[in-house]
């Protein structure tokens, strides 16, 4: 069974659409991530949530919305898609809100490419 | 920046050799990870070192840090092709700052 699934794998789409990437876990995590990770691999962190409420926001366009209807899904919304965008996108959880000795699970990334 | 920092940012070595990563950080850390990521995946966690801890062992990983020149390094021993992946270091702060990684081909 998947710990951390998100879809979907690959997302191809023209530049000023909408889009959104979900994500959930099944390792019964208080705290989810969403990575962003460019074509140099540097992977930064867009926004953490702990039991659905959020805790870190990066400086990140407000273009970008996540949204956590449970503690075990948190989904990324993108509007307005611009090329810069293009990257893979990863989600990740991991137990204990503010403690982080604790290993990050992530998924296999959502490959967004804008045209 | 409080991001980790790899080095090299490229190593290829045969298989049975072994290969020695490190990482350089800037600021304080309670502990620093290590994980690996294969092509087209996500990361994998491979090993935490605490902040009052030297060397760490699992398996083939032995882990060194050494909080005084704010370094780490991931020494992985008789190499194999299967752990041709990207290792990247992340410390702690008030979130994971991970590096660009160094990208490992070991060659059969």
């Known amino acids: 069974d998947t710990a951390v699934s998100q879809t979907p794998k690959y997302l191809v789409t023209q530049m000023g659409n909408d889009k959104s990437i979900k994500c959930e876990q099944n390792l019964g995590h208080d705290t989810m991530y969403w990575y962003k990770q460019d074509s140099k691999k540097f992977l930064k962190i867009m926004f953490s949530y702990n039991n659905k409420e959020l805790i870190i926001n990066e400086t990140v366009p407000n273009r970008f919305s996540p949204k956590s209807p449970d503690k075990a899904h948190l989904n990324l919304h993108i509007n307005s898609l611009e090329l810069g965008d293009s990257a893979v996108y990863f989600c990740?959880?991991?137990?204990?809100?503010?403690?982080?000795?604790?290993?990050?699970?992530f998924g296999n990334g959502t490959r967004l490419t804008v045209t | 920046s409080q991001q980790g920092e790899e080095d090299p940012q490229a190593l290829s070595i045969q298989e049975g050799e072994n290969a020695t990563m490190n990482c350089s950080y800037k600021?304080?850390?309670?502990?620093l990870q290590w994980y690996r990521q294969n092509s087209g995946r996500g990361l994998v966690h491979l090993i935490l070192?605490?902040?009052?801890?030297r060397e760490k062992h699992s398996g083939r990983l032995r882990v060194t840090l050494d909080t005084s020149k704010k370094s780490s390094s991931l020494l992985i021993t008789a190499s194999r092709a299967a752990d041709t992946a990207s290792y990247f270091c992340?410390?702690?702060?008030?979130?994971?700052?991970f590096g660009t990684g160094t990208s490992l081909t070991v060659i059969p």
């Open positions: 070192i605490r902040s009052n801890e």
């Open positions: 990740a959880s991991s137990t204990g809100g503010s403690s982080y000795n604790s290993p990050l699970h």
């Open positions: 992340a410390t702690d702060g008030n979130q994971f700052y």
């Open positions: 600021t304080s850390i309670n502990n």
